[in-house]
């Protein structure tokens, strides 16, 4: 595409400022007078039969005056020569050509909208007579608007190889990221146990005894139990991928926030909703945002807080000025449902999946406990009003959402003590990891 631009560049001044010949010679941005690109036209090009067809400028076949472009170059000013042949400046082994010779050159640059010059153009021999100052202010006013054009390719150009680079990076992650088909077809085949046999309705439900491969048949029966499978025709082997990809998408090496915190969070949300029998009032289109928020709420969570990443100017806070972890599990989260196998939303309804997206979305953000303040002064509020269903009150649905996020992200407090301690252990040797982590960035930092 920048290519053609320069194409039409060129050929405009062949035609409008009537020379025969015109070249544009591009700055590298690190050093001006150094030209990445030289490309050429001249007016027997325009009469070929197959210049219509043409989509790219020739490039290199005519001499350069580097003395000349130089100056103009560094300098940004214009060299306007109407008798070469008398001019110290023009370099007279370039008249070594017997088929052409120079008699006249006008010479500028070429800038962008913000007046950083990005190029250079060299018009040769004017068919008629000298290049005039009415030449120069055409040439100024069309190099301005050529300059801005070049700078806008250039950036669409970086734009499609950003898109490019990402879309490689999807690819890996899918690859690597995303479970397997095999990992699936086994827990597939698996028995769903019962919430009962789990004690997964209870406020002191434990997963101590549970193998890994436990906390990913429970997570299913939550969906089960709140009748979310067959509300909405979810596919399991679509759903057992999923869960399997949710899995692997956190971190194993961070000590608490990992799966089983994810598995956690996701069962008091489960308990909450059963025991209080607010999953009736909120609608299942809420229940399934929220069960699917509780179980991707950190994903690939780094053992850090918002406090870190803001600190270090990490590449994530750069990305997110605000919540900034929260944004980033919620756009993993939203990756992963979208990878191939993984979309578990595909049999719900266009207006079902955007309700279900934005559940998920508030749900998620709701974690940042910078928030809760916000929220519990609403929940306050809410608590003192009379006591009606929840059923189609926006507002009281997002106060609940909120709260019940937080309680549920929190939720290990209200576990026996025994296991109470063991994670306030690994709460705390994950803070004074990220303590340690925050001390040496500032003696050795990672990021400008």
């Not at 060299?79 to 370099?91: A, E, K, L, Y």
């Not at 179980?295 to 590449?315: K, V």
């Not at 019940?404 to 690994?426: C, E, F, H, V, Y």
Request: hydrophobic share 40%; aromatic share 8%; proline share 3%.
């Amino acid at each position: 595409m920048g290519e053609f631009t320069v194409l039409k560049m060129l050929a405009n001044f062949l035609v409008l400022i009537e020379c025969e010949r015109a070249q544009i010679l591009l700055s590298s941005p690190e050093a001006p007078t150094t030209f990445r690109k030289v490309y050429d036209l001249e007016e027997n090009d325009l009469l070929k039969e197959d210049f219509e067809c043409l989509e790219t400028p020739f490039e290199n076949r005519f001499p350069i005056n580097s003395a000349i472009t130089g100056l103009v170059a560094a300098l940004g000013e214009t060299v306007n020569i109407g008798d070469i042949s008398s001019d110290q400046r023009f370099d007279h082994n370039l008249d070594d050509d017997a088929h052409f010779e120079h008699r006249s050159l006008l010479c500028m640059p070429i800038k962008d909208s913000d007046n950083k010059l990005i190029g250079v153009v060299s018009l040769i021999n004017k068919k008629t007579g000298l290049f005039t100052s009415n030449d120069e202010s055409f040439v100024e006013a069309f190099g301005i608007f050529c300059g801005i054009s070049l700078a806008n390719v250039s950036n669409y150009e970086q734009v499609k190889a950003a898109e490019a680079r990402k879309q490689v990076a999807l690819d890996i992650m899918t690859y690597h990221a995303s479970s397997s088909a095999e990992e699936a077809k086994f827990l597939n085949r698996l028995a769903i146990p019962s919430a009962l046999s789990l004690q997964l309705q209870s406020f002191s439900f434990t997963d101590v005894e549970l193998e890994d491969i436990d906390t990913l048949t429970a997570s299913i029966r939550m969906f089960h139990d709140l009748n979310l499978t067959k509300r909405f025709n979810l596919d399991h082997s679509t759903m057992c991928r999923w869960i399997l990809t949710v899995r692997k998408i956190n971190r194993p090496e961070v000590l608490y926030h990992n799966w089983r915190h994810a598995f956690n969070v996701a069962q008091v949300m489960f308990s909450s909703l059963v025991n209080s029998g607010w999953w009736e009032g909120l609608g299942p289109i809420t229940c399934l945002g929220l069960l699917v928020a509780c179980l991707c709420h950190d994903l690939d969570h780094r053992g850090t807080n918002n406090s870190y990443q803001m600190a270090t100017n990490s590449p994530l806070a750069k990305l997110y000025s605000t919540s900034t972890l929260e944004r980033h599990h919620l756009n993993q989260a939203l990756i992963i449902l979208n990878l191939d196998g993984n979309r578990i939303f595909d049999s719900l309804t266009p207006d079902e999946y955007t309700e279900v997206l934005s559940v998920i979305e508030e749900a998620i953000l709701a974690t940042d406990l910078s928030l809760h303040f916000a929220h519990l002064g609403r929940l306050k509020n809410l608590s003192k009003e009379v006591q009606e269903a929840l059923t189609g009150q926006t507002r009281k649905v997002s106060i609940a959402m909120a709260a019940l996020m937080t309680a549920s992200d929190l939720g290990a407090t209200t576990k026996p003590w025994n296991i109470q301690r063991k994670i306030a252990g690994m709460v705390a040797e994950e803070f004074w990891t990220r303590v340690i982590l925050k001390r040496l960035n500032f003696l050795h930092p990672l990021y400008p």
